[in-house]
Nanobody, 127 residues
Framework: QVHLVQSGGGSVQAEESLTLSCVAS???????????MAWFRRAPEQEREFVAG????????YYSDSVKGRFTISRLDAEKTVTLQMNNLKSADTAVYYC?????????????????WGQGTQVTVSS
């Protein structure tokens, strides 16, 4: 079983920045570098949506159009950590954010492509 533990988040004003982190652990985590990692979010009364993803090995990154240019996803395999740096935050970014891991290594934009999930972290942006 792989466990993902998130940290970061909170409440900020519009145009400010926040950083989310997610650390992986567990007996099923033989090679963290082989997992694709991603961040999703769920706003009130909306479905969970893809925010950003980073593939295994190549480290190729992918972003939703709504965050491209403002958010940056990165990973540090030696520490089994993935980070989401969020700049120039907007009220529309208010949501619960989730990190996710896909053991198949490729980034999926659908939540069905991920087997493991973090506990969720609230991000609130006030305008």
């Amino acid at each position: 079983q792989v466990h993902l533990v998130q940290s970061g988040g909170g409440s900020v004003q519009a145009e400010e920045s926040l950083t989310l982190s997610c650390v992986a652990s567990g007996g099923g985590l033989h090679t963290y570098g082989a997992y694709a990692m991603a961040w999703f979010r769920r706003a009130p009364e909306q479905e969970r949506e893809f925010v950003a993803g980073i593939s295994a090995w190549s480290g190729a990154t992918y972003y939703s159009d709504s965050v491209k240019g403002r958010f940056t996803i990165s990973r540090l395999d030696a520490e089994k950590t993935v980070t989401l740096q969020m700049n120039n935050l907007k009220s529309a970014d208010t949501a619960v954010y989730y990190c996710a891991a896909n053991r198949d290594g490729d980034t999926q934009r659908s939540e069905r492509g991920y087997q493991y999930w973090g506990q969720g972290t609230q991000v609130t942006v006030s305008s």
